[in-house]
């Protein structure tokens, strides 16, 4: 019998969730000990009871990033398994808000109407416009395919992967700068790894045009902030919108709070939904309970 300990703010809901679903030799547990052999929950608090799970066998991450459990000093004697193929269309969603927001003038109108100004110029269509995707991954293959709804051209930046029918040209390793040139919008999905630390820095930045866009929601390590500050403050991008960053909660003496043309939301980007990730850990389950191999099986060593 599989001892089951879920580690999360809604683990009532999650608890019940997989109630719901009557798994075979499944027991649920509320604290940890000795015999529970799988974990569900958010990464921190899974990093912070792995000294009292002796038994662990599988966790399996609520959220994306993994970033506490990968490190070289964690524990890596266990299955670890992310959230993946549940946040693709809520990140589309947010990354199409914030395009057309800035195509359709959508601020800039409310601030007309606050001021009672009549402005009849033209705004921007996302036809015919250029993203370029660091990552493409299930999320950033998710977003390509929303963009192209809206006849984008949609350039990847990959590791070595082109699985998605959606990306009208692929680049790989030294060639990012080329990818970068004359883009419209530039959206990072990347993963925190060694490889992906500061990949949006001043000659990345420099490489684009002036009217670009920029949009984080992967990772906050992914930006030299520094760099980025510059960027904005020189107008050598004409936006960014961050919904991730290096330290979060943000600073209140940070310097983002007071740089221009930047919008920020606060890790909302794409929540997990205990639906969706129960979806998943249920799935997952059932391979765990037959002995056969997890879906979305992370490599301690690549950090994702």
């Known amino acids: 019998m599989h001892q089951l300990l879920i580690l999360a703010q809604d683990k009532n809901k999650y608890r019940a969730l997989i109630e719901e679903a009557r798994l075979v030799n499944l027991e649920f547990t509320t604290q940890t000990a000795e ?5 569900l929950g958010e990464p921190s608090l899974i990093k912070a009871a792995l000294a009292s799970l002796p038994a662990l066998c599988w966790a399996q991450s609520i959220w994306a990033g993994i970033e506490p459990l990968v490190g070289p000093a964690s524990r890596h004697d266990y299955i670890l398994t992310n959230a993946r193929g549940v946040f693709g269309g809520l990140m589309s969603e947010y990354v199409i808000s914030y395009l057309l927001a800035h195509e359709r003038k ?42 192209k709804f809206f006849g984008m ?92 960053f290096e330290q979060e909660p943000l600073p209140k003496d ?19 939904l205990p639906e969706d990730i129960t979806k998943l850990f249920i799935e997952n389950y059932k391979l765990f309970n037959e002995g056969k191999p997890l879906k979305y099986q992370v490599d301690f060593e690549r950090g994702y």
């Not at 015999?35 to 974990?39: F, K, L, M, P, Q």
């Not at 601030?111 to 950033?140: A, C, H, M």
């Not at 680049?171 to 992906?196: C, E, Q």
């Not at 939301?265 to 929540?271: E, I, V």
């Open 35 to 39: 015999d529970v052999d799988i974990v």
């Open 106 to 147: 959508i601020f800039k109108r409310l601030d007309d109407q606050k001021n009672k100004i009549w402005d009849e110029s033209e705004t921007g269509t996302l036809r015919g416009k250029i993203i370029g995707l660091l990552g493409v991954g299930s999320i950033g293959a998710e977003v390509a395919r929303a963009t």
């Open 153 to 244: 051209n949609v350039r990847g930046y990959t590791r070595d992967s082109e699985t998605s029918t959606h990306v009208d040209k692929y680049f790989h390793d030294d060639d990012l700068l080329n990818f970068a040139n004359g883009l419209d919008y530039l959206v990072s999905i990347l993963p925190n790894t060694m490889d992906t630390r500061k990949i949006v820095n001043e000659d990345l930045l420099n490489a684009l045009p002036s009217h670009a866009v920029f949009i984080n929601v992967g990772r906050g390590a992914a930006v030299d902030e520094s760099a980025l500050i510059e960027a904005l403050n020189q107008n050598k991008i004409a936006g960014a919108v961050l919904d991730v």
């Open 254 to 272: 940070h310097p983002f709070w007071r740089t221009p043309n930047l919008l920020m939301t606060f890790h909302t980007a794409a929540p997990s």
